[in-house]
């Protein structure tokens, strides 16, 4: 089982990436919000959250991922998900995230997929 979850930002082309790394639990999802508030009051309307190295995710990891959502839609902004491991995505398409956020297999993908102003799938 993954331990410490890590975190690391960067912003790119109008869009904060950030990349995470170990379980998405509470604590995690704690860090990542805090990390995409303190950027959407700086005006970043596209957040990227690549889970490439996270293969477990709890319940309260996703709903903080939803609290995102939430903050995003009211400052017309979207959330990108990408990187995804199988069993995450598939847990992700259950929950029904992916109404709100939108998928890609890379981050590259993702930010031309900013840039281009794609919505929701």
């Given at each position: 089982m993954?331990?410490?979850?890590?975190l690391?930002?960067?912003?790119?082309?109008n869009?904060l990436?950030v990349?995470?790394?170990?379980?998405l639990n509470n604590?995690?999802?704690e860090?990542?919000?805090?990390?995409?508030?303190?950027?959407?009051?700086n005006?970043?309307r596209?957040?990227?959250?690549?889970?490439?190295?996270?293969?477990m995710?709890?319940?309260?990891?996703?709903?903080?991922l939803?609290?995102?959502i939430?903050?995003l839609?009211?400052?017309?902004g979207?959330?990108?998900?990408t990187?995804?491991?199988q069993?995450?995505e598939?847990?992700f398409?259950?929950?029904?995230?992916?109404q709100?956020a939108?998928?890609?297999g890379s981050?590259e993908?993702?930010i031309?997929?900013a840039?281009s102003?794609?919505?929701r799938?």
């Open positions: 993954q331990s410490e979850f890590l690391r930002s960067r912003l790119e082309q869009c990436i990349e995470t790394s170990g379980y604590l995690g999802g860090k990542i919000a805090d990390e995409c508030r303190r950027h959407i009051d005006g970043v596209h957040i990227i959250i690549d889970l490439k190295q996270t293969k995710v709890n319940s309260i990891g996703i709903s903080i939803i609290e995102i939430e903050t839609n009211e400052v017309k979207q959330l990108f998900l990187n995804l491991d069993t995450i598939k847990t398409a259950i929950m029904g995230l992916f709100y939108v998928k890609h981050v993908e993702a031309a997929a840039a102003g794609e919505t799938t």
